[in-house]
Structures are given as C-alpha cells and as structure tokens.
C-alpha cells in the first residue's frame, strides 16, 4: 500500500496501542506522540547549544504524564543513548507528574507506559514541591495547565540553574504553563523558553528583547511525510523522529539563539520542509530503509520535483533529471 497514514487525537490509550499494534505492519505515525516528541527535542536539542552542554547532563520534570509526555521522554532517552548514556541510566533522568502527583513505584494503578518512569521514590502531589526536592534542569509542561509553572517554580529553576529550561508547551495559549513574559521578567532573562502557543516579544527593563520559540508540529510532519513518501519507506521507525529533531535544531542559527528562538522562524517554513525530507531520504538510503530505485543522485533535486507548487506554468520542466525510461523509477526491496 503505497500510503502513509498520519494519526493524531486519539484517547491517550488507544495512541499507543493503535501505534504500537500497526506501525510494523504500516507506513504510519502518531503526530501526537512522535511529531510532538520531534518538535520539542528539537528545542532542546538547540537550548543545549545555549547551555553548552550535553542531554545526558540533564534532569528533567514533565507536568503531564499523556501522550505528548510519553512520546517526548521517548525521544530524550534515544538521544541520550546517542550521547553513549546506558537506557536505564537515561530513564532515571526524567521525571513525570501527573493528576496524582510524581510517578513513583509502588504507585497504584500506573500504565505500562507509566511504569517506565517510575523512580524510587517517596509520594509527592505538588509540582512545586517535586521541582524544589529533584532540582532539575529542565521542566516541559504538556498536561495543559494553565499557570502550573508558578512564580514559585520558576524562580526555584533560576536559583538551581543558570539557564533553566522552561518549556510551556501546551495550547492554546489560555492554557500554557506560564507566559513567556513570566519567564524571561523572572528568570531576569536567563530562561530558555519554548511554548506550545504563539506569544509575543518580550522586552525586559535592561532593553533585551526576546522572541520566543513555539513548538509547533508544523515543523514536523510536513518534512516527515515528504521524506517517507519520496523515498518509499515502509515504516517510520523512532530514528527518523530523531533525525527530524536534530535536522531542525542545526536549521536554528546563532543570531535565532541569541533572541530566545529555539526554532527557525515559522516564515521559513518551507524551506525547513524542504530540508527536512531531504535529510529523511539520505538517512533513508544510508540505512538500507528506502525502497524506490534507483536511488536518486541528486536527493535534494528529486525531493524538490515533488512538491506541489501553485504557480502553474505548462512549459515548466522540473530541476530533476529522471532516467529516460521513468519506469525504471520504481519501488523495490533493497
């Protein structure tokens, strides 16, 4: 079946077991869980280049425990083992807070996805209290909230961590953790901010203007499905999520970091598109996911052949030198 299906807001237990039951046997993701999970490690993935450090130095708090949470710690924890950190050693560095407060084992009634994030630990029901006793480095709010990160919260962040990662990133915007005003007026500038939501620049009393980042998924799937669909990949494993996240982290430029954005401008949109299928079909051939041949020598040019464009023009002939028998270009089993 030469189709790629994309699935999102669905119950929170059906997500992963529709994901789970059919990603083997389809071309299909989760946008919930895996698209999520992609644009928000991508942001972190660029706050590190902030915070010069690695995602195995991190500790960090999810407020929500649902799918987006589940499909985010997912993704950190590969990335983690990327950096040479054993799984279980990565699994013990994130924390989760749901509507009854921390994951802790022994705590009744947990998921199989649940299980995994559950640390030795005594029961805690405040957010406030789980981040002043774990002191992490990061915290990303996904259980839609509003107001969960308090004044308290984040300036305990700013007196544990020079630049704290607060990620707001649940919508719409009524429902966000904090405001990125909150953030940057408290943290007196030194927070590393993401939302899910759009928010506006904030300039601070000194005159430093921040434009902060929102973690859409509009960065993702678009990218995602253009690279799958080019290429003929059967299945879209968690590793291409990865190389979607890092391919939009390295698309970030240092004049973005130095105003607060941790996301390339949304006008850019299509060109991070662009980029990103490309990526996704180098990765592809590389790992012998691919199944269309013969595989394209100019990858970039094939991927742009592809996409639709509304300027029509009967005379135009695309970029891409197809082999002169175009049956040649067909799907196969490498």
């Known amino acids: 079946m030469d189709c790629l299906i994309q699935f999102e807001d669905f119950a929170n237990t059906n997500a992963f077991r529709l994901l789970s039951k059919y990603r083997n046997q389809y071309c299909t993701f989760n946008d919930d869980i895996q698209g999520t999970a992609a644009v928000a490690v991508a942001g972190l993935l660029a706050a590190l280049r902030v915070t010069k450090s690695k995602m195995s130095d991190h500790t960090i708090v999810f407020q929500g425990a649902g799918e987006a949470a589940m499909g985010i710690a997912d993704l950190i924890t590969m990335a983690m083992e990327k950096e040479g950190l054993p799984k279980d050693e990565a699994l013990r560095k994130i924390w989760m807070v749901d509507s009854k407060g921390l994951i802790v084992k022994g705590r009744d009634h947990l998921t199989h996805e649940k299980e995994r994030f559950a640390h030795e630990h005594k029961q805690m029901r405040n957010l406030v209290d789980v981040v002043h006793e774990l002191k992490p480095t990061a915290i990303i ?33 009524s429902k966000a953790e904090c405001t990125a005003e909150q953030c940057y007026t408290i943290t007196e500038g030194r927070g590393i901010f993401a939302s899910g939501s759009p928010f506006d ?25 253009l690279g799958v669909t080019a290429c003929a990949i059967r299945h879209v494993t968690d590793e291409i999520f990865l190389t979607t996240a890092e391919t939009i982290a390295d698309l970030v430029t240092e004049k973005d970091l130095s105003e607060g954005r941790l996301y390339p401008p949304l006008n850019t949109i299509r060109d991070v598109s662009l980029k990103l299928a490309v990526k996704i079909v180098e990765y592809a051939y590389e790992h012998k996911m691919a199944t269309l041949c013969p595989e394209p020598e100019d990858k970039e040019a094939f991927v742009r052949s592809l996409i639709y464009s509304t300027d029509y023009d009967e005379f135009a002939v695309d970029s891409y030198r197809w082999p002169e028998d175009a049956m040649t270009m067909q799907s196969c089993r490498l």
Do not use: H
């Open 141 to 173: 709010g996904v259980a839609a909230i509003s107001g969960a990160f308090t004044e308290e919260i984040i300036r305990d962040m700013a007196s544990f961590n020079e630049r704290p990662i607060i990620f707001a990133l649940s919508n719409p915007t």
């Open 201 to 225: 620049p904030v300039t601070l009393p000194d005159g430093r203007t921040f434009f902060p980042g929102q973690g859409n998924n509009a960065y993702v799937f678009p990218g995602v499905g």
